[in-house]
């Protein structure tokens, strides 16, 4: 299997009009194919999905963009599983290190904060997303949770987990529960290696001789759900991207600093 760093130098090599662009929030997939008319890029084909499977989702907008005519092979995937971050490192973005070594230092950097990102799929936040349960509801569910634990009253409620306790209070069904568990494997990386990316930036302001860095990061689990998932339909993992962070890319060069506010559908607590 391919690392993120493998996977993100593919896409120079890749012609604009040959490329499916989706992106999965958490809660729905959309994709575009792209068409380029010297520097102007237009919209070819476009195709979306609100099943909460992603393998479904998929696989239905890989239809509609089929049956559009469009005949590419290769994918670009923006998902939240991919965090973005800007580190400090004592390199160079003109002498950077060996891959490996600057993997190492990237690593290091970013391995506690994807961890920190990842805490966010909780099935209270996925439930409350997705319109199962109110705010209202996730905390009754959360401070329920906290009061069998102070009690430690193992015998009679056995420190039930929130899904358990959403089922028994009737506020989700069983297939809705295990529909989230989907959602959540797709989220959530296992404890495997930490694939990373990165981008030298400029030099820090009043740190001479460290740089910034943008960097990416998921884990290999998650990188290996998307290529199984282009594998199957014969399709080629192009670039696994961040959902969010991209829209730099579209802001003009600019002297003065500048504050970059990004949203989506997906609502975090």
Known sequence: MMN???????????????VMVCEWTGLSMQAAV????????????TANS?????????SQILSSLRTQGW?????????????????ELPVSPKKPKPINQMHELVRWEVE???????????????????GMLTAEQVFEINQAQKLQKQEGNKAERGNKRFGEMALELGY??????????????????EDDDVQCGWSGQGEVDDAPGVWNWLTTATHQSVINKWQELCDDYKLQLAGLMPLTGNSVALIDHADKHLVVLETTEFITT
């Open 4 to 18: 993120l760093k493998q996977v993100t130098e593919k896409l120079s090599t890749i012609r604009p009009n040959n």
């Open 172 to 189: 989700v069904s069983r297939e809705q529960a295990q529909s989230l568990f989907v959602v959540q494997d797709w989220l959530r990386g």
């Open 34 to 45: 792209f068409s380029k008319t010297g520097k102007k890029l237009q919209v070819q084909a």
């Open 71 to 87: 005949q590419g092979k290769n994918v670009i995937v923006l998902t939240p599983s991919v965090m973005s971050a800007m580190v």
């Open 112 to 130: 506690p904060l994807l961890m920190q990102h990842q805490l966010q799929w909780t099935l209270g936040q996925l439930m409350e997303s997705h």
């Open 50 to 58: 609100d099943s909460i499977d992603p393998a479904v989702a998929f």
